[in-house]
């Protein structure tokens, strides 16, 4: 079993109040890169922190890395326009950074960023794959993508009031300056990318394509951004059974249903609840609260671990460990 | 324990009859992208095959990976101006193909990728870090930054015949285009290597002077662009005890004297022979000849796998196994 995480950046992160993957816009910069080195090292490196929300939410990476610290699971990191550079090694696939989705054409490299996602993952040959993202504003252009090929399109949040209104305006917006209506790119995925999404959809979007292609099992472990990832990949023609693999946090999302997604795009679904209500470490009382819900393959890993007979109870204490270790007493 | 394994790849490699890293040069351009997949996968991935020399002689990588297969080493890969992409995850440096070292200034960025080497040595924090080399054509871009800073300049070769006076006509053509005298670098190692390297050499010269800093235990894992290396890395300042580990191939050659070498930059020094005088198989014969003889941190896997017991027959084993199921009967 190989795990991917594509990581990328995009100017749509910047918009105000759609993200709390990080705090200030120039410190949400760097998730994606921390979060690529806390799964690969299971630390910081280039990386000035353990991304920490500004209320004091911890990066799901802590959890996967856990997870997997339990589990014979090898890693790898895809950069899909990183915007600092990340001590994690990486396959790029050659994506800038992503632009603000409220501009006509976003992601201008999408096409590339696709085939290049895609003969890696055929290329592979693994028998088992997860997939895992990290990109903040990832929800908006995973809405993005949906309302342009016509897909359900609610998405859910890593803010525990998902901000569902803001969202349909800038995607609204990027509709208009992409001259799109909504489902009119049905069965145009890379236009619908292009136009509406970031480079880590792209990215996954090709993997997936590759890695079917070549009877590779896909896990997509995430939530909304990876329900528009397989809608992405079924435009594209992908029929291979998928699995998505999310955590109980979306789950229990009311703004986002995430089995109406599943089904929608013909996704067995697989929920995990690493339970966060026991035990009343700072590291699970904002998850509890409803931030942060998935991220960085979160959902997937702690799927695996169930499915390995590892317990919750045992990621968990893998969770405060991390936490103690590496954030301390330093959060609001 | 880390291996890095640093990759990359120059104009100077074109440069007619100095290399057997690969066949003709456009070939030989994919040789260390490829060699990075086999040290990570155990197989190539994006590229086309197997780097094997026009005589049939298979890279040293494959020595590396089979005696990895029998240790728990963590591999990572650094790209320092590959010229095609490699599925191998990496860390990358910044830098582009080194141009010619007949030009001027052959690494214009050799700063940059020192300073991100260096902090990439430095942020890892291991024990121990051993670092090896894929860039064809290296030993000659060796040459030219030994020379540059008044180190003894005899390199070895990758050919059964080392072409010495080629490479000291490329060097003296270099030094001219530089406007440099031999030796006038002394203590300028950013100017050596800028004016006669490589991004490889820059790029290992950071990873030494970083890691050092930080208290890892530095084993360099090659021949003379490791000495190379070492030799950048004192000239800038490094004082700490570094450990040269290379293949009997490379102790037993006539054109270039390791020990003397290592003994100038204060290097102490292992020899390994993986016995590949015992055995028939094709897949040694051209060692035997003594082509190749060191590459792609082989003499330090080697060296590794000794020191944790585990036996040359068994490494063996292992190359025989991998040279049957990549490169087959496919050879000359």
Same mark, same amino acid.
């Given at each position: 079993?190989?795990?991917?995480?594509?990581?990328?950046?995009?100017?749509?992160?910047?918009?105000?109040?759609?993200?709390?993957?990080?705090?200030?816009?120039?410190?949400?910069?760097?998730? %994606?890169?921390?979060?690529?080195?806390?799964?690969?090292?299971?630390?910081?490196?280039?990386?000035?922190?353990? %991304?920490?929300?500004?209320?004091?939410?911890?990066?799901?990476?802590?959890?996967?890395?856990?997870? +997997?610290?339990?589990?014979?699971?090898?890693?790898?990191?895809?950069?899909?326009?990183?915007?600092?550079?990340?001590?994690?090694?990486?396959?790029?696939?050659?994506?800038?950074?992503?632009?603000?989705?409220?501009?006509?054409?976003?992601? %201008?490299?999408?096409?590339?960023?696709?085939?290049?996602?895609?003969?890696?993952?055929?290329? =592979?040959?693994?028998?088992?794959?997860?997939?895992?993202?990290?990109?903040?504003?990832?929800?908006?252009?995973?809405?993005?993508? =949906?309302?342009?090929?016509?897909?359900?399109?609610?998405?859910?949040?890593?803010?525990?009031?998902?901000?569902?209104?803001?969202?349909?305006?800038?995607?609204?917006?990027?509709?208009?300056?992409?001259?799109?209506?909504?489902?009119?790119?049905?069965?145009?995925?890379?236009?619908?990318?292009?136009?509406?999404?970031?480079?880590?959809?792209?990215?996954?979007?090709?993997?997936?394509a590759g890695a079917t292609s070549n009877g590779t099992a896909?896990?997509?472990?995430?939530?909304?951004?990876?329900?528009?990832?397989?809608?992405?990949?079924?435009?594209?023609?992908?029929?291979?059974?998928?699995?998505?693999?999310?955590?109980? +946090?979306?789950?229990?999302?009311?703004? +986002?249903?995430?089995?109406?997604?599943?089904?929608?795009?013909? =996704?067995?679904?697989?929920?995990?609840?690493?339970? +966060?209500?026991?035990?009343?470490?700072?590291?699970?009382?904002?998850?509890?609260?409803?931030?942060?819900?998935?991220?960085?393959?979160?959902?997937?890993?702690?799927?695996?671990?169930?499915r390995a007979g590892v317990s919750m109870a045992d990621v968990?204490?893998?969770?405060?460990?991390?936490?103690?270790? =590496?954030?301390?007493?330093?959060?609001?």
């Amino acid at each position: 079993m190989r795990a991917a995480f594509v990581v990328g950046t995009t100017e749509t992160a910047r918009i105000d109040g759609i993200s709390a993957a990080g705090a200030a816009p120039d410190v949400m910069n760097h998730t %994606p890169a921390a979060d690529a080195e806390l799964v690969t090292y299971g630390r910081p490196v280039f990386a000035p922190e353990v %991304p920490v929300s500004p209320t004091g939410c911890p990066t799901p990476s802590l959890v996967t890395r856990a997870a +997997f610290d339990r589990l014979d699971v090898e890693t790898m990191v895809v950069d899909a326009g990183l915007s600092v550079p990340t001590a994690a090694p990486a396959v790029t696939v050659g994506a800038e950074v992503g632009g603000d989705v409220r501009e006509a054409v976003p992601v %201008p490299d999408a096409e590339s960023a696709f085939e290049r996602g895609r003969s890696l993952g055929a290329a =592979l040959g693994e028998d088992a794959l997860l997939i895992g993202e990290s990109i903040p504003g990832g929800t908006t252009t995973a809405m993005g993508v =949906l309302t342009a090929l016509g897909e359900p399109n609610d998405v859910s949040s890593s803010l525990p009031e998902n901000p569902l209104e803001r969202k349909r305006e800038i995607v609204s917006t990027g509709l208009e300056a992409s001259d799109v209506e909504p489902g009119a790119l049905a069965g145009q995925p890379l236009a619908a990318v292009e136009g509406m999404g970031d480079p880590v959809l792209a990215t996954v979007a090709g993997l997936i394509a590759g890695a079917t292609s070549n009877g590779t099992a896909v896990t997509l472990a995430g939530g909304s951004q990876m329900v528009a990832a397989a809608a992405l990949a079924r435009h594209a023609g992908v029929d291979a059974p998928l699995r998505l693999a999310t955590t109980s +946090f979306v789950a229990a999302d009311e703004t +986002f249903d995430v089995r109406a997604g599943a089904d929608a795009l013909d =996704l067995s679904l697989a929920v995990t609840d690493p339970g +966060f209500d026991r035990g009343d470490h700072v590291a699970f009382e904002r998850y509890r609260q409803g931030e942060a819900k998935e991220g960085v393959g979160m959902g997937g890993a702690l799927w695996l671990a169930e499915r390995a007979g590892v317990s919750m109870a045992d990621v968990r204490d893998g969770v405060r460990e991390y936490y103690d270790r =590496l954030v301390g007493d330093d959060g609001p």
